[in-house]
């Protein structure tokens, strides 16, 4: 199975070392902020097949931006969505498939040689909605076959993000655990101690270890919530590390609104804590755009000359 630094050797031909490799940022946000309607619950999910030049140029935008890891826009292409959109069974899991496959699709062809993309698999309900989870059966078939779809179409690993119940987390990661993949761990927290169902963050990263995870990430979280929860994951997780908070001054509504934003120097500021505490991957999530990500790769690059 590659490995992240396998992966660094792999895209860009060169000695693997601790460079700080910068995630793209929003996709949902920006979908609306070009005019698109995204109702839920299937969101952006279905954008995909309905307008894929908008999903591929912005993309390319975070590319121009500085990247170096995609997100498929796949947050929403679950059967689940789709069934909870009036789709029948079957129909549901052609064209969440579908709609799948086109976004990994559609992130190669923006990325080219030298990035890695990741595939997103989200919480099969609403994100900010913990106890929502549709319990352990279900979950383990629906997470296990998104995770083959993912692998099969050709991501570079799998990303489990805005993840912020413990019981759908454990489920998540046990039943891929034998994907020979890299999968990496994302969560949103209810404060810089806890997941959002409540769940102690000393208890949650110990365990976490146990589930051969190689990256632990935190997102959808304001920045004053991350700065916090770095001191706690710092404490109880030795592996990779990052984060990609959203750029609102509070959270965005369940329709993804975000009345005020960080200034881009703001933002700025708070990814140099991040790369002062070591981080491996920073980026950017809900109400970010490509001036965000273009900001935080300044400060990278900043950083690595210093």
Known sequence: MRHFADLLLNKNNSKAN???RLLDGAMGTELMRAGLDLPLPIWSGDINLTHPDYVRKIHKAYLTGGA?????????TT???YRNNKYAEHEARLRSH?????????????????????????????????ELFPGVEFAQREFRE??????????????????????????????TGDLQIPRWLSLILQNGNA??????????????????????LLNCNLCSITAQA???????????????????????TKEGVIEEKLTIEEFANEIN??????ANVVGACCGSNPDYISAARKAIDLATEN
Not at 101 to 129: F, H, T
Not at 230 to 252: E, F, I, Q, R, S
Not at 273 to 278: A, D, P, Q
């Open 273 to 278: 804590k991040y790369l002062t505490s070591g």
């Open 146 to 175: 998104l995770a083959i779809w993912l692998q099969d179409a050709g991501v570079d690993a799998l990303l489990f993000e805005t993840m912020g119940c413990w019981p759908e987390i454990k489920t998540a990661l046990s039943v």
């Open 195 to 216: 997941l959002l169902d409540g769940t102690d963050l000393t208890n949650v990263l110990p365990d976490i270890k146990d589930y051969g995870i190689e990256m632990v």
């Open 68 to 76: 170096d890891i995609l997100t498929t826009n796949t947050f929403r």
């Open 98 to 130: 579908e709609s799948l496959e086109m976004a990994v699709k559609l992130a190669r062809q923006a990325a080219g040689d030298g990035i890695i993309v990741a595939g997103s698999i989200a919480p099969l309900e609403d994100c900010y909605e913990p």
């Open 230 to 252: 770095v001191d706690v994951l710092l404490t109880n997780w030795k592996g990779l590390w990052g984060v990609y908070p959203n750029v609102g001054a509070a959270m965005p």
């Open 18 to 20: 601790d460079q700080v």
């Open 79 to 81: 059967p689940r969505a």
